[in-house]
């Protein structure tokens, strides 16, 4: 195999901005794209092209099997929605790859810091999510 296709799955959680979430997709999408990366994105699945919902997880899946991926990069963009994103690696079967934008400093009150605790967070909930067999 000589280079990979990629699906490429930015998630958020609905209590920060969806507006920052979709700003990082693309630049992460961009970014990707620019060094060479075969991307197959979920932009066409909802109006944000975020994963966020149980609804998205079917039509995620029909369309990562009919375009081939090899596997799949779940993008905190900001947080993301943890079950969500193990169901639908857990339905796919698939290598996963765990990746958080760094972001702004919070405000010195905020205790929680950035989307850098999220892929834990996603390993730990697709730990507890049985492979498909």
Do not use: Q
């Amino acid at each position: 195999m000589d280079k990979i296709k990629l699906g490429f799955v930015p998630t958020r959680r609905s209590i920060f901005s969806a507006p920052d979430a979709i700003k990082y997709r693309g630049l992460t999408a961009d970014r990707l794209r620019e060094i060479g990366v075969d991307i197959v994105d979920i932009d066409d699945i909802n109006d944000e092209g975020l994963l966020f919902d149980d609804s998205h997880i079917e039509p995620i899946v029909k369309k990562f099997r009919a375009e081939g991926v090899d596997g799949i990069m779940l993008c905190h963009a900001n947080f993301g929605t943890e079950y969500v994103c193990a169901r639908l690696a857990r339905e796919l079967g698939l290598p996963v790859l765990l990746w958080g934008p760094r972001d702004e400093r919070p405000e010195p009150a905020c205790a929680t810091a950035s989307a850098a605790c999220s892929p834990p967070a996603r390993s730990c909930a697709a730990s507890r999510s049985p492979s498909p067999t």
